[in-house]
């Protein structure tokens, strides 16, 4: 059919994406390649090997943008609580920044929380987080984080992109730039949100300067879960088919006497396009779900007003949602789930907005927890709870905290991560590590170690710099790693 | 793709070597520049060069390379590679040895440059970049006849020494189709392309007469927008609008069209505050430096974000105007390019006196007062509506006209102050006894008053956002507390280092100034001066770059010694000149380019079963041995789909405007203030350059499509092909809407149906269709045509508003549909 397979060069190789086990066109593409192999390997995001083997091979990571107070919900204070309505020796307010708190009035704030050992391994969670708790025995708490912005978009840029630099290329991009995907019809890396968007809005989700072919693609729990996926009214599913065999006929034609493999290319991605038209919308459909699943998750439950997260919509459902949708991406061979939810930015109104959030996240996240070990998957599933940073275990106003970079929580679940231990140790109030900080790069090293990937082998050369997600930092945390029978 | 780049040298190299040209590596002829630079400041500066040296050696400096180095050896002995320490140390076996210690050995044919160079004598010349250019003679060439202008020549002569011939013209039709698109971003019609076709009009007329078009500035507007950074709103986390940042973007469209020399271009940019009486427009061109991103959150550390902000207008300079990446001297000194942090804070320094709080600069005295007027007219609408719904509110809480107003005649008063009411309505008010029942049918249009109020104050919202301020961000120099510049160590803001005065890095020409403290103005002469050997090079690179798909020297953003070579070093140089020359006029240089035959090449990839010649026929087109064939920039899909349909709204410049974007993407976000409210038609038919730029939530097929972030300065777009493309093209609404309008123009004409789907060949891809093609398009009809009588409310839903009268919405669905598929085309959005 085209006269030159032979000198198809190492480009089209390399960017041409197939779908040959799908699509209307799959058969006829896969004919355009004498060797199926050589269009197997040529996907963009096709599988790449890693540096070694990875235990994990698909990353939730819930996002729970604008800083949860870690002292109210993964590090127990009780010395804090004692010494609630006192001041802080002024020595260790001198270098410290604040976004809000003035210093000579600020008081310690004892926890309105009460903490409890949870699990086999008796590591202490707060009570807003009862189901989160109960999956104390598959969790790696990490008390430790620490890094150096302390306002939000920058802090948020910090955790995606390593840097507070706008412009550089979000964890699941450099995942998906790593590794690849083996979503044939899904793209390789979703982002789901639910209520407020993160302050730093698609920048968390960016390919920086890579190509848009590494961004995060934002799955809407809204209308259409991809952005123009329905065809138009008055185009049904049998008009967009003839359209898209037209357009592949008169590519091709245009390909014989033109022999540019973008032609090919784009052939390749009307066709995955209309995979995607079929295989989004069966992914948002929850009808083959069983009523036990969808209870647990907490799927159409209601939302309590007054809102923290000044939406007045469904916020509840919407998360529940998102939790069991990562799952079924995951299951479908999607590398990276961002699942955002900002609003965790509780400067006044701490204790009802806290518990709030809390209320909202809790259930389904143990739900996708607890259904991915039940399924098998947490074993090759990392789940992250992350955030920018953490809050002040100064008081801010009446009720309410300040923005926290020098010590907070975070946890990781599944993915070769060993299960029921605390890495790190903050002082008495939970203001700073005293022992194993974990910098933000020091995680995302982590994070990449647990897939196959060295975060200091993974670059990409950039204007003359060898750029790679942790900056100029990262170390990995081996005491999360699992070491047991590999 | 950026990331690739470093095949591209490693490709040049390959050819250069087995192609002989290009003054490849001979004994007697090693070039420092060329052979010798690349590999040390790849391999060794990073321990041995402006920044490190580690054993005292520094392979930078000759004089250093030469003496004796802690070690007792001497690295470098001028034409005595057996005595230096360096030849033995890369060419040791011994890994304990070897350098460099780290990584691949040195290749045997890297070894073998050195030992030349060093057995030459060892002469450092400074990087290519650094030497100002100097007019070369265009070479001789084995065929003069294929040459129209010296450019050929330049691209002749690589391509003689591998015997290859340049490819063949393109057609006229593609060529005509190839110019629209470079020089306007939109499509010729089919008349234009006839009339070119059959010798009517010839090739220059129609580029003089795209050059002069209007058209022109926003097209090559929106390149220089790339490198501006330019955006409608602030950025971070509260991403507010930035007033009027359209006033700066229409300066830069006007000066293009206006054919404004580069350097004033520049120095306008840099300094337009600082000239003598300035004008309102060259304070509006001080603009580029307030683009930047602006963090406006609660709480921040507001030394902490000028710094940033200061920083981004150094990055921004030295990219755009300089093609240099100091980035990375705000931390430390370049470890591969001879820049110091002392010279990054020292043109820091000149920026460091500017106004960042929202220095706004007044308008006109007449656009004050129209201001002013039209806010007084706005806010008497609004009260006026907020008087009316507030009577309506309180009507409400009535079940009758009697029941609200009984007898009270204020009440009556009021409405008849509030509405033009008919006269019969009027008259029946002042009749108390008869309100109640004449006024009933008045009561029973509340529902119907209420809308209106609603819409009337959702359009009075959009007047008022639309209301041109008349203030706009430009530069201004502080007047009194001045702040003392310092290096700032590790970039840090609160580690102030050694104090530092504005002033231009060492390794490129001095700086003159007017006075004793040089300022903007003297950086900007400086920077477009006959002596800097960068602007010229980097300003035609970026134009080459836009009409052939990549610049001369690939890495447009970097000329250091980390960027990638020129592949026509000669060519650039003479480019350079020639512009110089010309008064840095930009429209000749851009008609030199297009009248060459290199330019009006085929696209065509071409083929070969000689390996050099397949090397030059390779992606990157390392040889111009073709024209380039690529899918055109974001704002470039949207603008021909527009012009395609007839939609298209030409008008130029002015406020931005909002497309219809699907709720869920409006939404993200965190300031619901900035909400995307559409356009009215025609404005949301107008071109990309004028969509709303919103930071934290951007148009999102502006994106998909690879368009800029808008964050820092940008010299080069991906190329990116996904499936998300082919589903914006097919179903985005603003699309389809294209496909709706074009499917109706189609409809209604009664030609023949082969005949229309000619037009619509001939109107998006300036040709007709193959055999082939016409025969599946008619068959594509024919079962639209089938199935749409089959489905009536398809075919209704399917043409929408697009009603063709007189034709049955079967037919005009058919079309429509045919149309849709046509503009999905690869051609269609290919420039060839």
Redesign the interface.
Known sequence: MFGNEKKLNRRLRREFLTTAASGIGGVALASMFADDAVAASARVTAPRPTHFPPRAKACIFLYLAGGPSHVDLFDPKPILNRRHGQRMPDSMLKEVEFAFIEKDKAVLKGSPAPFRPRGNCGIEYSDMLPGIASCADDIALIRTMHGEQFNHHPGQLLLSCGKAELGRPTIGSWMLYGLGSEANNLPGYVVLTAGRGASGGSSNWSSGFLSSTYQGVPFRDRGEPVLYLSNPPGIQRENQQRAIETIRHLNEIRYESNSDPEIASRIAQYELAFSMQSAAPELTDFSSETQATLDAYGIGRATPRPAADMQNGDTYHRFSANCLLARRLVERGVRFVNLVHASWDQHDNLKHDLDWNCRMADQPIAALLRDLKDRGMLDDTLVVWGSEFGRTPLGQGDDGRDHHPIAFSMWMAGGGVKGGIVHGETDDIGWSPIQDPVHINDFQATLLHLFGLDHERLTIDHRGLDVRLTNLGGKVVEDVLFRGNQ | ???H??STRRTLFLLMCCSGIAGAARADDVSFSRDIQPILAKRCYACHGPSDQESGLALHDRSSATTVAESGQLAIVPGQPGASALVNRISSVEPSIRMPPEGEPLSADEIKRFTDWIAAGAEYAPHWSFVPPRRPTPPEVRHPEYARNPIDQFVLEKLDAIELAPATPASRAKLVRRLYLDLVGLLPSAAEVAEFESGGKGYTEIAVHLLESEHFGERWGRHWLDLARYADTF???R?DVRPNAWRYRDWVIRSFNRNQPYDQFVIEQLAGDLLDNPSLDQRIATGLHRMN?K?N?????KEDYRNREMVDRVNTTSTSMLGL?L??CQCHSHK?DPFSQVDYYQLYAFFNNVETNDAEIEGTADEQQRYERAKTELNARRNHLEARQKLLTEMRQHDSFADWCGDDTEKTNQLVELWELPESIIAALREPAANAESMEPFWNTLDGLEDDVAQAKRQLSVQERHLPKPYIMTLRECSSDRRQTHVLERGDFKSQGEKVQATTPDILPSLVARGDSPDRLDLARWIVSRENPLSARVAVNHIWAHLFGRGIVT?A??F?T??EPPTHPRLLDWLAVEFMESGWDRKQLIRTIVHSATYQQSS??R?SSDPRQELAF??DNLLFARQS???VESEVVRDIFLDASGLLHRELGGPTMHPPV????S????KYKTRWIVSDKPQRYRRGIYVHFK????Y?TL????GP?S??CQAVR???????????T????VF?ECAQALGQTLARSRAADRDRLDWLARRLLARAW?P??ID??L??LE??RA?YRE?PE???????EYVADSIAPSET?AWI?SA??AL????FV?R?
Not at chain 2, 662 to 665: D, G, K, L, M, R
Not at chain 2, 718 to 728: C, D, E, G, I, Y
Not at chain 2, 730 to 733: T, Y
């Open positions: 793709m950026s990331c780049h470093g950025g971070y986390e991403d991103i963090n959150e609660s709480g921040i550390n990446t980035g990375c591969y890495s953003d970097d250091g980390q960027g065509r990839a083929h390779g992606p064939r690529f899918r699907p709720v869920s993407v939404d993200i976000g965190y930071r934290t939530n951007p999102p994106l998909m499509f690879d972030e964050n820092v991906n190329r990116s092909n996904t499936p998300l493309q082919a589903l914006a097919l179903n985005d609404p389809v193959g082939r093609e599946a398009m068959q594509l079962s639209e199935w489905h398809q075919a209704k839903s399917l043409v929408g669905a549909a849709r598929t999905n085309l690869d051609e290919t060839e």
